[in-house]
């Protein structure tokens, strides 16, 4: 089968025919992937940035995570799912037995392995994931919109990480999937004002204000002077999904006493700030990473309502065979989130 898999600890990915994987354990779903779209973290991986280097234990490596399709065939365990079904794919697999998992806290395992980093992924035709890992797609959902349920989770973590509150002002430093969702979640969690804010990110922040967020700033273009004039004030909760390691201390800036700023970039160096000020005006810093099943359990519900207006954030649509003109177009920052979808003629070869 068609697969794109990390071979080298160096930059970009490989066209391969792989072998097609089939179901091994008894709580293995094999999956035929219909829509697969690119994460930043994928980027990041292609472009072999510091931060990822775990990765080079793990090659080859089919990287891809954000993914939905159909079930082909089921482990002799698996209950609930039978070919034909329509699922999208949670990536966190976790062991169950650690101790955080047995205290109801799976996404703190000690144990656990990402699908497209750990294990094999889905920038190919055929993905095995365990049953645990999938949920069913609502009708109406179709794949496109399945596949972006994974970023909107990490963002929707983010957004209770912060515990928005209705009347709040939101800023969000970034503007590329994470962030447009974190913004439009906070909208929906009851926030009054959100600004987003990019950095030369003309086109993503075009696709963001196709999504309804109307508050927008370039700094680029528009500077800084005026981040808490068009925001209304000063910020109750800052969040941060750039990965630049300076916008930590510039979201500190805006942010008010006793204001939370949630970090959930990735970041390649570290970060400098002012910790006396951050005493002082006892403001808090906290980490969003990753989301757990629950998330995937609410956000299905949120894409069942509000699918159409989330589409929006597909700006490029390629074959998988195009996997890698996609990864191109993603490292542009042109494109808010690519997609890749089945080529549902080309036969599968095992
Ligand atoms: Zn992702
Ligand atoms: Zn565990």
Not at 224 to 250: H, Q, R, W, Y
Request: with cysteine.
């Amino acid at each position: 089968m068609l697969a794109f898999q990390k071979t080298d600890a160096a930059y970009g990915l490989a066209r391969m025919e792989a072998a097609a994987p089939v179901v091994a354990a008894g709580d293995d779903i094999l999956i035929a992937v219909e829509a697969v779209g690119i994460c930043g973290s994928d980027v990041h991986a292609y472009e072999w940035t510091d931060g990822y280097q775990f990765l080079a234990t793990h090659l080859p490596r089919t990287l891809g995570h954000e993914v939905s399709g159909r079930v082909v065939d089921t482990g002799k365990d698996v209950v609930g799912f039978a070919p034909g079904d329509r699922v999208v794919v949670a990536p966190v697999v976790v062991c169950g037995h650690c101790s955080a998992c047995r205290i109801g806290q799976p996404q703190f395992c000690a144990n656990r392995s990402i699908v497209g980093f750990h294990r094999d992924g889905a920038f190919a035709e055929r993905v095995v994931v365990p049953a645990a890992n999938c949920f069913r797609l609502p009708d109406g959902v179709d794949a496109e919109l399945g596949a972006l349920i994974e970023p909107l989770c990490v963002a929707g973590n983010a957004v209770d990480v912060a515990a928005v509150q209705w009347g709040d002002r939101v800023i969000v430093m970034g503007a590329g999937p994470i962030g447009v969702g974190i913004a439009w979640l906070a909208r929906r969690a009851g926030a009054t004002s959100v600004l987003l804010i990019g950095k030369d990110d003309g086109a993503r922040l075009a696709a963001a204000r196709r999504l309804g967020l109307e508050r927008t700033l370039d700094l680029d273009e528009d500077g800084d002077a005026n981040v808490t004039a068009l925001l209304g004030g000063e910020a109750d909760i800052v969040f941060e999904a750039t990965g630049v390691p300076e916008s930590i201390e510039a979201g500190l800036g805006w942010l008010r006493p006793g204001g939370v700023l949630v970090a959930t970039g990735i970041h390649a160096r570290p970060v400098q700030f002012d910790l006396t000020r951050f005493v002082r005006l006892k403001q808090q810093l906290r980490a969003a990473y990753d989301s757990s099943p629950a998330t995937f359990a609410r956000m299905l519900s949120i894409l069942a309502e509000n699918g159409e207006a989330l589409r929006a954030m597909i700006t490029h649509r390629l074959p998988l065979a195009a996997t890698l003109e996609g990864f191109e177009i993603a490292a542009s920052r042109q494109a808010l989130k690519v997609m890749l979808l089945a080529d549902s003629d080309r036969a599968v070869t095992p």
